[in-house]
């Protein structure tokens, strides 16, 4: 069975810092891979993904995350992030049929003025 | 365009009552998607609808909860005689056939039975 793990519940960083949020996930075949944001009281909104091809994928606002097959990583990292970036972020893989997403258990991000 | 939205946005209930939550998907998306988030279990997967096939049920917890899909749109959640683990967030989200794994999800209908 596949399953995503995000192993920072929580993270605090300064407005201006750098940013990465793990991400492992275990899946028998080739992952796809995601990450959504949730703003608070909001849906959850797509910022990248990975299906094949180039490893480092470009996302919405800024995001950008990695695939590394021998780690089973798939990090998301932002080189300077603003206030507007506290939210929860979601790690997901998507299963071989396309009809369902396993969800991380989620990071909450805080960003400090 | 006109996201995912869910009504009600808020359902506060007793339990063992039943009660019914909404899903417009957005227009001309096929697939359809409902979630559970909730503190002790993070994000579930419930069920999915492709079309007029029939549904994928497998994510549903207890026979309690069915859903149904309207002519290939409006989706509704029914959960009978509702219990206070039940309490949670239910997230729909909607995708095109050729690109299922881009799922769009409506802002959630938070659901409190006392």
């Known amino acids: 069975a596949q399953s995503v793990t995000q192993p920072d519940i929580h993270i605090t960083v300064s407005e201006g810092a750098s940013l990465e949020l793990r991400c492992n996930y275990s899946?028998?075949?080739?992952?796809?891979l995601f990450w959504y944001v949730q703003s608070p009281g909001q849906g959850l909104q797509l910022l990248l993904k990975?299906?094949?091809?180039?490893?480092l994928v470009q996302g919405i606002k800024g995001f950008e995350a990695e695939f590394k097959r021998s780690q089973s990583s798939f990090n998301l990292r932002k080189p300077s992030v603003h206030w507007s970036d506290a939210a929860e972020y979601f790690c997901?893989?998507?299963?071989?049929?396309?009809?369902?997403?396993?969800f991380g258990g989620g990071t909450r991000l805080m960003v400090k003025p | 365009g006109a996201g995912v939205s869910q009504s009600p946005s808020n359902k506060v209930t007793e339990k063992g009552k039943d009660v019914e939550l909404r899903c417009d998907p957005i227009?001309?998306?096929?697939?359809l998607y409902w979630y559970r988030q909730s503190l002790g279990q993070g994000l579930e997967f419930l069920i999915y609808?492709?079309?007029?096939?029939?549904?994928?049920k497998s994510g549903l917890p207890s026979d309690r909860f069915s859903a149904e899909r309207t002519g290939g749109s409006v989706s509704t959640l029914t959960i009978q005689r509702t219990q206070q683990e039940d309490s949670a967030v239910y997230l729909c989200?909607?995708?095109?056939?050729?690109?299922?794994?881009?799922?769009?999800f409506g802002p959630g209908t938070r659901l409190t039975v006392t």
């Open positions: 227009s001309g998306h096929t697939a």
């Open positions: 609808f492709q079309g007029n096939s029939a549904p994928d």
């Open positions: 997901a893989v998507g299963n071989n049929a396309g009809n369902m997403l396993t």
């Open positions: 990975y299906f094949s091809g180039d490893t």
């Open positions: 899946y028998g075949a080739t992952p796809y």
């Open positions: 989200a909607s995708s095109l056939l050729a690109d299922s794994y881009e799922q769009y």
